[in-house]
């Protein structure tokens, strides 16, 4: 080999070396830069303890529920409305059960929240209503055709007539 080849050669050798090229242990990786990664020893001993902490199963007979405890969570109510001593004009009655009260008093439903509706005949209507218990109180408005302000009323378990 003459001189030249054999410089070559042994530069090539050094650089492959210097830049970790030889690859020299057993592991198979294809030259890719490889990274540490962190021992999965667990130095934090809280995180150690809580891991340990065994949680007890629980079972359906582990429940205690009372006797009278209602498992129904809605409410009927008969809403009776007669109006026949202001008018007997065309009108209907609509109830919410979301509304919200300002600072002077105005009631304002949210018209999403409408759970039932119906006409009056001579200014008299019956509805049944199912709501969820979770709603105290529904707001009630009976509502002209000729486009006057409707009558309102808060409905609640107790109170469910609306009469004027």
């Not at 540490?36 to 065994?54: C, F, K, L, M, Y």
């Not at 004009?89 to 509304?99: C, H, I, L, T």
């Not at 009056?120 to 049944?128: D, I, P, V």
């Amino acid at each position: 080999m003459n001189t030249f080849t054999k410089t070559t050669s042994i530069l090539a050798v050094l650089m492959l070396t210097a830049c970790g090229g030889g690859g020299g242990g057993s592991d198979s990786s294809s030259g890719a830069a490889q990274v540490d990664e962190p021992e999965s020893g667990n130095d934090n001993p809280v995180t150690e303890s809580i891991a340990n902490v065994q949680i007890p199963q629980r079972s359906m007979q582990d429940l205690a529920v009372p006797d009278d405890f209602d498992y129904n969570p809605t409410l009927s109510v008969d809403v009776i409305v007669d109006i026949s001593g202001i008018s007997t004009q065309r009108a209907y009655v609509s109830v919410y059960s979301e509304y919200q009260q300002s600072a002077d008093g105005t009631l304002t439903p949210d018209y999403a929240y409408r759970i039932a509706n119906g006409a009056l005949n001579s200014g008299k209507g019956e509805l049944n209503i199912t709501y969820a218990q979770e709603y105290t109180s529904l707001l009630a408005e009976v509502w002209f055709y000729d486009g006057t302000e409707p009558l309102q009323r808060i409905i609640t378990r107790d109170n469910n007539e609306i009469t004027y």
